[in-house]
């Protein structure tokens, strides 16, 4: 027995959320995605799960779907927002010199 379960974040800026979607996508986590711009809401395929990231009245996106998968998957993609962000917003004086993961730890060796 499932139940449908809703979380809310504070993910707000809708091109992070597809930059850490295709980087997913990229790396296996999630089959495919596809947008729905005017409902502003996102419908994932994790492997047969069916998740929907939506934008709501608050303007950050909530993620729901099966409450066994939507927790584990909306903390892979706060990291992955978070990444993709940070990525994006580095000052011009430094460049990523490594990345890697460790045990579901992303890590980044910046250099200037």
């Given at each position: 027995m499932s139940f449908y379960t809703t979380i809310k974040t504070e993910i707000s800026n809708k091109?992070?959320?597809?930059?850490?979607?295709?980087?997913?996508?990229?790396?296996?986590?999630?089959?495919?995605?596809?947008l729905n711009e005017r409902k502003e809401k996102i419908e994932i395929d994790r492997s047969g799960d069916?998740?929907?990231?939506?934008?709501?009245?608050?303007?950050?996106f909530g993620v729901a779907g099966d409450a066994r998968v939507v927790k584990s998957f909306s903390d892979r993609l706060k990291q992955f927002y978070a990444y993709e962000s940070i990525k994006d917003n580095l000052p011009l004086d430094f460049e990523i010199a490594k990345e890697?993961?460790?045990?579901?730890?992303?890590?980044?060796?910046l250099k200037s």
């Open positions: 091109k992070y959320v597809i930059a850490a979607l295709e980087e997913m996508k990229r790396r296996g986590e999630i089959t495919n995605f596809q069916i998740i929907n990231i939506a934008r709501e009245k608050t303007s950050n890697s993961e460790v045990g579901g730890d992303i890590m980044i060796l």
